[in-house]
C-alpha cells in the first residue's frame, strides 16, 4: 500500500477520514507490527530525512539496509572523494572555455537530490577553474511545501551572487515544476522530457528576467502549486542567457535514479533515439550524480558510485526455485522490480520470475484517484487462482501518488479504492490456503496537511489547513494476514525495532526457508 502510514487522526489523515472497512478489520483482527520507514531504517543520514518508495523498496526486497543516495553523495563531498574522480576532472576539464551546466530538482527534500550538494559542486567548479555555470532549476513543492519555491530561490541568488567577479560567470537559465517538465520516470510521459529539453537545451519557451519573475507571475496566472508550474526560461537582452551548446559540459545533480533515466538518455543517445525530436543534440560531456541503471549503465559518466546492493530477496528465492509474480502500474512497476532487487534491471531468471506492468494513464492523480488498482487486481487474482507462483508482490501506488497531489479529497477516494481491492484479495487468499503480508513504504496519505512535532495539524490564522504533498516520518503497518498457519509460530514483540528490511526473512520463513545471516531478523518465530 504505496504511501500509507500510521499517524494521529486528524483532520487530514486521509487514510483515517476514509471509508477502509476492509483495513480496519485488518487493523483490528489481525496481527501487526509497525515498521520505520524513515531515517536511518532505510539507509539515509538521519531520522529527520523522510522515507521515500526507492529506498524502502531496496530495503523491502533485500532486507538489509544499505547507505543511500544522499548519505552517499554528502559524504563523498565532504571527503572530497567527488572533487578528486576522475568524471569530476572530465566535466570540469571539458568546460573551461565553455560552460558547465547543473540541472535537477532544486529543493533540500532529500529525496531526489539535495540543494547543498549543487552549492557544494559550484564552489567545487570556481575552485578547479571553471569560468561560467549556468544552473537549470526543477522546482520542487512535493518533498517540500507545495509552494516553497522562492524559499530556495531568493537564498541562493544571494549565495551565487557572493561566488561572481570578474572570472566567474554564473546565472539561472531556465527552470521549471517537476511534474511539468523533465523529471519522468519509467517512460510515462516522455513530453515531459521534451519540454526539458526544448527549456534546459534549446532555450526555447517563455522568457523571463529572473527565476522570481517567473515564480511569481505563473503562480498569479495559473494558481498552481510548485511541482506544477510551467517552464521558463531566463532571457537578458532579448536571448536566453544559458542554452546547452557544444563543448559544453553538463551534470544531473540527482542522487534518485527513477526520474533521471529519462533525460539521461535524451543526452546521451545516439542517432538512433525515438522519444521525441530533440532538433539539435549538442555534443556534451554528461554526468548524472550516481549511476542511475547498474545493469544498462546509464548514465556513462557519474560522480558518485551507488551502493551495491547484494543479496537480495529476489535473487534468494530464485535460488530455491521459488516461482516469483510481480505487478504494479507503470507509476510504481519499477518499484516492485528494479528498487525490489538492488537497483537492477531485467531478472535473476527468466523461467522463475513474472513482472506485469499495467499501464498508467497520463491524467493528474487527483482526477482519477483510483488509478489503475483494479485491473492491478484483477490480474493478480488472476495469478494467484493459476497456482503457477508461490510468491507475489503487487505494489498499489494510490495512497503516494494522490497523496503527493495534496488534495485531501481526491486522497481519501484513492484509500477506498484501494481498501476495496483489499477486500477482493484476501477472500482469494484464503480460497488457496495462502498468507498475505501487507504493509507500506512509508507514509504520505496519513498526513494531508502540514504537522507540528507532535503531530496535530497546524491551522492558520484564519483557520485554514495547509496542504501537505511530501512522505511523511510515520511509521507503516505490517499486517498478518494468515486463517491457516497462526498456530505454527509466534509474533514478536513490538519495542519499535523494526523496519523495512525485517520483512524479507519474514516473507522466506513464510515459505518454510531459513533467511540469510546478512538480512535484517524475522518478526515471527
Not at 513530453?191 to 517563455?206: D, F, I, N, P, Y
Not at 523571463?208 to 495559473?222: D, L, Q, V
Not at 477472500?427 to 494531508?448: C, F, K
Request: proline residues 3%; hydrophobic residues 35%; negative net charge.
Amino acid at each position: 500500500m504505496d504511501g500509507v502510514g500510521i499517524a494521529k487522526d486528524t483532520e487530514g489523515n486521509a487514510v483515517k477520514r476514509a471509508y477502509t472497512p476492509t483495513l480496519d478489520k485488518l487493523m483490528k483482527e489481525y496481527p501487526m507490527v509497525t515498521l520505520k520507514a524513515h531515517g536511518t531504517a532505510v539507509g539515509l543520514p538521519s531520522d529527520d530525512d523522510m522515507g521515500n518508495s526507492e529506498v524502502g523498496h531496496n530495503a523491502l526486497g533485500s532486507g538489509q539496509v544499505f547507505a543511500q543516495g544522499a548519505k552517499l553523495v554528502s559524504n563523498s563531498i565532504e571527503s572530497g572523494k567527488m572533487f578528486a574522480s576522475k568524471a569530476w576532472n572530465e566535466i570540469t576539464e571539458n568546460a573551461k572555455g565553455h560552460t558547465l551546466h547543473f540541472l535537477g530538482l532544486f529543493s533540500d527534500g532529500n529525496v531526489h537530490s539535495h540543494i547543498d550538494h549543487l552549492k557544494a559542486m559550484i564552489k567545487g567548479a570556481k575552485d578547479c577553474g571553471v569560468s561560467k555555470v549556468r544552473v537549470h532549476i526543477l522546482l520542487d513543492g512535493r518533498d517540500v511545501g507545495e509552494t516553497s519555491a522562492l524559499e530556495y530561490v531568493e537564498p541562493f541568488e544571494e549565495y551565487i551572487a557572493s561566488l561572481r567577479d570578474a572570472d566567474f560567470d554564473i546565472k539561472i537559465a531556465s527552470g521549471g515544476g517537476r511534474m511539468n517538465i523533465t523529471m519522468d520516470r519509467y517512460e510515462a510521459n516522455w513530453a515531459m522530457v521534451e519540454k526539458g529539453w526544448q527549456t534546459h537545451v534549446l532555450g526555447e519557451g517563455r522568457c523571463f528576467a529572473s527565476a522570481k519573475e517567473a515564480i511569481e507571475t505563473y503562480r498569479a496566472e495559473t494558481k498552481a502549486i510548485d511541482q506544477d508550474l510551467p517552464p521558463f526560461v531566463i532571457a537578458e537582452n532579448g536571448a536566453p542567457v544559458g542554452t546547452i551548446e557544444d563543448g559544453d559540459s553538463v551534470v544531473f545533480f540527482n542522487f534518485r535514479g527513477d526520474r533521471s533515466i529519462e533525460i539521461s538518455k535524451a543526452f546521451e543517445g545516439g542517432a538512433d533515439f525515438d522519444k521525441f525530436d530533440r532538433v539539435r543534440v549538442p555534443s556534451v560531456v554528461y554526468a548524472g550524480m550516481l549511476e542511475y541503471d547498474g545493469d544498462l549503465h546509464i548514465p556513462s559518466r557519474y560522480l558518485v558510485s551507488p551502493p551495491e546492493i547484494t543479496n537480495t530477496m529476489g535473487e534468494y528465492l530464485v535460488s530455491a526455485g521459488i516461482k516469483q509474480f510481480a505487478i504494479s502500474e507503470t507509476q510504481k512497476y519499477g518499484h516492485v522490480t528494479y528498487f525490489w532487487n538492488g537497483n537492477k534491471s531485467g531478472k535473476f531468471s527468466e523461467e522463475l520470475e513474472t513482472y506485469e506492468e499495467i499501464l498508467s494513464d497520463i491524467v493528474p492523480f487527483e482526477q482519477r484517484p483510483w488509478m489503475k488498482c483494479a485491473e492491478i487486481t484483477d490480474r493478480l487474482i488472476e495469478e494467484l487462482r493459476s497456482g503457477k507462483y508461490e510468491c507475489l508482490r503487487v505494489n498499489f501506488p494510490n495512497g503516494d501518488m494522490v497523496g503527493h497531489t495534496g488534495n485531501l479529497e481526491a486522497t481519501i477516494c484513492s484509500m477506498e479504492a484501494l481498501d476495496l481491492q483489499l477486500g477482493r484479495i484476501l477472500p482469494v487468499i484464503d480460497e488457496l490456503g495462502g498468507v498475505a503480508l501487507i504493509t507500506a513504504d512509508h507514509g504520505n496519505a496519513d498526513e494531508m496537511y502540514e504537522t507540528d512535532k507532535k503531530g496535530e495539524v497546524k491551522a492558520g490564522k484564519d483557520g485554514s489547513f495547509k496542504a501537505k504533498t511530501s512522505h511523511t516520518l510515520n511509521p507503516v503497518p505490517f499486517i498478518i494476514y494468515d486463517n491457516h498457519y497462526s498456530a505454527n509460530y509466534e509474533i514478536k514483540e513490538d519495542n519499535g525495532q523494526f523496519g523495512l528490511s525485517n520483512v524479507a526473512a519474514t516473507v522466506v520463513n513464510f515459505l518454510g526457508y531459513d533467511a540469510p545471516e546478512m538480512w535484517d531478523e524475522s518478526v515471527i518465530k
